[in-house]
């Protein structure tokens, strides 16, 4: 959640009546008659820095809100987030039935707490916890919420040894990629722990090599936070790997380092979609795990979940024993109160989906983000996320359309990709971000950022491929995708000096080029606009806009565009979509010479005065028509207010919609306020 800064309003309202942009969004003076069409009066009695004095009528406030969040973009076509956005009916039926629970009042909401407690087992269950330990764990407000808790508990147990042994307990550091999410190093910042970065590159997938991460440990270490699933990319890293390598470092120091995994997308992915994966409490250094029951669990956004493997992890001195309420609660929370609908939610989706409806769920997700790399990756860009690439233990040819996720490299259904080097070649004026840019034009929300330490330079584009992005939608997507690239690569040929020559041999080069590029359907209309040429007046040696060969330079162009080295095997069957020309011309920049543009400069004037009389004329002969309704008893009367007057129905007066000439100010004494009138009509 983002700091927000205290707004002087008076200041804003003061520098508003100056600005030469705003001060027509002043209210004097503005009055309407009836509650239903009031929103701008409503709104001006409802100041939006300081709470207001006399509070607006419901609806009013509902309505204003309303419309100022559907400024917000669709949920369904968040790309960005992973966080769930969509749920049955019947689990917002619940959620909304127990909205106004409190999960900390344990006598007062017993049933909620039961609840909670069998989603701990449940997950504890999921991920392997030993039958021989006690399973200890808690809910959270969202999984930074968790990291902070797992990364205390590692904390105040390194404390305790350090203590014990009579060593400095002062300097405690945690080691990480620099490919983690920003919580991992809050939780470093806040609590005083050195955060120990291991550089990512593209060898390593943008995720934290376990031998990299070896030389970063030290005793004052207090555990390694392994990432299931990278923001960026997607990729699992390996944490088998890394709790093989601590084991020899213990052997050869005598440091033994603990494991927390950070799980928030992945702890919901990796036992459905890759149930023999090793990551988990299975893994001997794993003491504590951490997920989001608003991503990959599938309930919307408040909710997270930690587990420890056994209570013995958890420090007795950071459990709370409060006595509240009429009953003994023991907390490890970093907050007090918090809803009970989540929790209840999570249970709803365990008991309806079961380990079959995640697994379908997962498996879906997967097989629609590899269609989406697959399709990209064979036209304009490099897909670096790894999903659809055969796994090295498995054989995949390219006609296999098998979706059991275990043929394929292990990961979230997460698609990261970039423009290919030889599209930044042949089109280096494209830039990446125009892409994210344009694509939230079309109503899709996904973003364009640099990757992690390390590869910086590196830009990337990502989709995260939730369950509610269907394969229609994937389609539609690509599509998209595709079209607004292709645009793109013309951007340059359209753009225009101020003053151009429609007939010139350099404009109508740019208009052939135009034309000629690799569109789609939906991009190779030509404007009908008499200032653009249509394809038939470019081509011909007749024509008036025929192209000098000097202004055209073939390039060698084999189509399809080739995919880069780094693609897998898979490969998308030709379409119109995807073919190219053989070659395309090339436009020499617009130029004009001086006098041309003198010359319309000094014209400018006089076309201007031209257009204005002939608007003046035009709308006065608008009004002669009606002239001679004109009353002489009512000779103030324009001929169209006579017409009004004459009509059989009048909504005002018939439906005894109030007139301001019958009722005072309400502003003044004894006036009656309009807004007390409801429309009748």
């Known amino acids: 959640?983002?700091?927000?800064?205290?707004?002087?309003?008076?200041?804003?309202?003061?520098?508003?009546?100056?600005?030469?942009?705003?001060?027509?969004?002043?209210?004097?003076?503005?009055?309407?008659?009836?509650?239903?069409?009031?929103?701008?009066?409503?709104?001006?009695?409802?100041?939006?820095?300081?709470?207001?004095?006399?509070?607006?009528?419901?609806?009013?406030?509902?309505?204003?809100?309303?419309?100022?969040?559907?400024l917000d973009g669709n949920p369904l076509l968040n790309l960005a987030s992973f966080v769930h956005t969509w749920m049955p009916p019947e689990a917002n039926q619940l959620i909304m039935e127990n909205i106004n629970k409190n999960q900390v009042d344990l006598d007062e909401y017993p049933a909620a707490t039961i609840i909670h407690n069998r989603c701990i087992s449940m997950l504890a269950d999921l991920w392997k916890a030993p039958k021989d330990t006690k399973a200890i764990g808690t809910s959270t407000a969202g999984s930074s919420e968790a990291i902070m808790l797992g990364g205390l508990a590692l904390k105040k147990k390194w404390q305790e040894a350090r203590k014990a042994a009579g060593k400095d307990h002062y300097h405690p550091n945690i080691v990480f990629g620099s490919n983690a999410q920003v919580a991992l190093e809050k939780f470093a910042r806040y609590w005083d722990v050195e955060a120990r970065l291991v550089p990512v590159n593209a060898s390593t997938n943008y995720v934290m090599n376990p031998h990299d991460a070896i030389p970063f440990i030290d005793e004052n270490t207090i555990g390694v936070m392994v990432i299931l699933g990278s923001t960026y990319t997607g990729h699992f890293e390996d944490v088998q790997l890394m709790s093989d390598l601590l084991d020899d470092l213990e052997k050869r120091t005598g440091l033994d380092i603990p494991i927390h995994v950070d799980g928030a997308s992945g702890a919901f992915v990796a036992p459905f979609a890759y149930p023999n994966y090793k990551w988990a409490f299975d893994v001997k250094r794993v003491h504590s795990i951490n997920t989001s029951g608003h991503k990959f669990g599938l309930v919307y956004a408040g909710l997270g979940w930690i587990l420890w493997k056994d209570e013995s992890m958890l420090h007795k001195d950071l459990i709370f024993e409060l006595h509240y309420l009429g009953s003994v609660e023991y907390s490890f929370t970093l907050n007090f109160s918090k809803p009970a609908a989540p929790i209840i939610a999570q249970m709803y989706n365990f008991l309806n989906l079961g380990f079959d409806g995640y697994r379908r769920i997962a498996i879906k997700d997967l097989r629609n983000a590899r269609m989406l790399s697959r399709a990209l990756e064979a036209t304009y860009f490099k897909v670096l996320s790894n999903i659809h690439k055969p796994s090295k233990n498995q054989a995949v040819t390219d006609n296999d359309d098998s979706d059991d996720p275990e043929l394929y490299e292990r990961g979230l259904p997460v698609v990261s990709f970039k423009l290919s080097d030889k599209f930044i070649a042949d089109y280096p004026h494209v830039q990446q971000a125009w892409i994210q840019s344009m694509l939230r034009t079309k109503g899709w929300i996904a973003p364009n950022y640099n990757a992690p330490e390390g590869e910086a330079e590196t830009e990337m584009l990502r989709i995260v491929v939730r369950e509610t992005l269907s394969e229609d939608l994937c389609e539609r997507l690509i599509v998209d995708i595709l079209e607004i690239t292709e645009a793109l690569m013309g951007t340059s040929m359209y753009s225009r000096s101020t003053f151009v020559d429609p007939s010139s041999p350099t404009h109508a080069a740019g208009v052939a080029t135009a034309t000629s590029l690799p569109h789609s359907s939906a991009f190779s209309r030509v404007p009908s606009h008499s200032a653009y040429a249509r394809p038939d007046d470019v081509v011909g040696e007749g024509s008036a806009l025929a192209i000098p060969s000097s202004l055209v330079a073939p390039i060698a162009f084999n189509p399809p565009y080739a995919p880069s080295e780094s693609s897998s095997s898979s490969s998308v069957p030709n379409s119109p979509l995807l073919s190219f020309p053989q070659s395309l011309p090339v436009a020499a920049l617009h130029q004009q010479t001086l006098p041309a543009r003198v010359t319309h400069t000094l014209l400018l004037p006089f076309s201007f005065l031209f257009h204005m009389f002939t608007a003046f004329f035009f709308l006065t002969s608008l009004h002669l028509p009606f002239s001679f309704f004109s009353s002489p008893s009512r000779p103030s009367q324009s001929g169209s207010a006579v017409m009004l007057s004459k009509t059989l129905h009048q909504p005002d007066k018939d439906h005894g919609r109030p007139e301001k000439a019958n009722f005072g100010d309400g502003d003044n004494e004894g006036g009656v306020s309009q807004s007390g009138f409801a429309r009748q009509c």
Not at 24 to 40: I, L
């Open 1 to 70: 959640m983002s700091l927000s800064r205290h707004i002087n309003a008076d200041e804003v309202i003061e520098k508003s009546k100056e600005h030469p942009h705003r001060k027509h969004t002043a209210q004097e003076g503005r009055q309407t008659f009836h509650q239903s069409w009031s929103r701008d009066e409503d709104a001006a009695r409802a100041p939006k820095y300081t709470i207001p004095e006399v509070g607006i009528p419901s609806k009013a406030a509902y309505q204003l809100l309303h419309d100022e969040t559907a």
